[in-house]
C-alpha cells in the first residue's frame, strides 16, 4: 500500500494510514518520513535518500512480491508529487509486479493544511505545479505558470526552492510579475502543522523569493483573490466562489 | 471550526475533524453530510439544502457568536469547492464576526481518493476545475479548459453535471476535443469510497458524458498520462514524474 501520512501531525493522518501502517511487516519511505513513525520490533524500516524514488519502489515491490506487507510511505498525499507515480513507473517497468495487490490510501497534502490555515485561498478553480525541474524541463514549468495566469488560476507552488536549486521560486516569480499584477496576494507556507511553521502573507510585488525553501508551498491568488484584515493577527486569505462579480 | 469529513468513509474521515464534530455543540452543514454523522443528544444538528452555502454559512457565525462550538461541515475538503470560502465570504459581509475564534480542518478531496483508487493520474501538475456556472459565467469555464490544456495539466473535473444542468460535461468534452488528443485517458469516478462505487476509465475520443452525475469526479490525462493494462481489472492510470522524456 502506499500511504499518505498528511503533513506531519497526527491529527491530519487517516485512520486508514494509520491502519496501514499498523499492518505493514515493513515499511519504505524516505527517512523523515519512516522516522516520523512509531514503529513496532517485528516491523521492518526501510529509509532512504529523497533522491531516489525508483530504487524505492522496487524495494517496495521487491519485498511485497516475497510476501510481505509492505507500506511505501510519503509525506502529504502519495498521489501528489509523491510516491504513487514512482510505484507506478516501477510496475509500468517490470510488469511481474502487476500481479501484487496494490492499493493507494490518500491524505491530506501541503497546498490544504497551508490553505486551511490561510483561511480559504483555494476557494475556486486552482493548480498545482511542482518546480522541481529535476525530471522536466524547465521550459514545461513556464509553460504551465503562463497557462495558469492565462486561466486566472490560483496557483499551489510545491517545490519552490532546493539546496540544488534555490532560484526556482525567483525565476517563477519573476515571470508571474509580467503576467499579473502586482497587488496579487501571495502566501508563504512553511512546514505546516509542524513546530516550526510560519505563514506570510504579501503581494506578488513585494514577495521575498528567500523565504521559500524546501519544506515552504507557495500560494499565489487569482484576479478575484482578496485579504480580509484583522488586528493583531494575519488577515484572512479568500478566494470567492463566484468570479467576475465585482467587475 | 469548518471541517473536512472526506470523500465518506470513516477511514478517510482525519482524527482532527472526529475531534471537532465530537467536541462541538451545533453541526451545521448540508444534509446528507451531517446525517452521515452519528451525534450526541446534547448535540444540536442544522441541516440545510445544497444550494444556500451562504444562509449557512451566517447560521454557523451566529450560533459562534452566541458562544456555541460550531462546526461547519463539507464533504471532501471544505477549502476546494465547499464551505470554507462561504464562511470567509459572509465574514467579509459583516466584520464583527472577526473577532470570532475560526479555524478550517482540511480533508481528503474527491480528486484524492478517486486518484487512489485509480493509480496516480495526479502524479505530475494538475489543475482542479468546477465545472458549476451557478456563481461563475461559463466563459471563465472554458477559458480555463483552454488554459488547462495550453498548459497540459492534468484536469480533475468537479461538479461536472447536475440535474438543473446536465450538459456542463458535454460542452467541456466537446472543447476539449477540439485541444487534446482523442486518445487522452479520462476516468469517471463515482462516489469513490461509498457502496455504488463506480470506476471507468475510457478515453477523450469515446467518453461518455451521461455517465457523469452530481457525485461523479472526472480526471482527464495530460499528454503525458498513460494506462496500465492488467488482465482481469481495470487499467491503472498513471501520469508519470518526468515530462517530456518519450519525445
Redesign the interface.
Known sequence: MVVGL?PGP???????AS?AIKAATDVVGYGPYVERLVLRTDQRAHASDNRI?MDRARLALRLAAEGRMVAVVSGG?????AM??????A??GD?QW?KLDI???????AM??A???L????????????LSDN???WA?VE??L???A????VMALYNPASKARPTRITQAFDLLRTLKTTTTPVAFARAVGRADETLTLTTLGEADASLADMATLVVIGSSETRV?A??GARP?M????????RR
Open positions: 498528511g497526527a491529527e491530519w493522518m487517516t485512520p486508514e491502519a524514488e498525499d502519495p498521489g501528489v508529487f504513487a507515480a514512482a510505484v507506478f513507473e510496475i509500468e510488469l502487476l492499493a493507494v490510501a490518500p491524505g491530506v497534502t490544504q493544511a490553505a486551511a490555515r483561511g480559504a485561498p483555494l476557494g475556486h478553480d486552482f493548480c498545482a505545479i511542482s525530471l522536466k524541463p514545461i509553460r504551465r503562463r497557462a495558469a492565462d486561466g486566472d488560476f480580509i484583522r488586528d484572512w479568500l478566494t470567492p466562489r463566484a468570479y467576475g462579480v
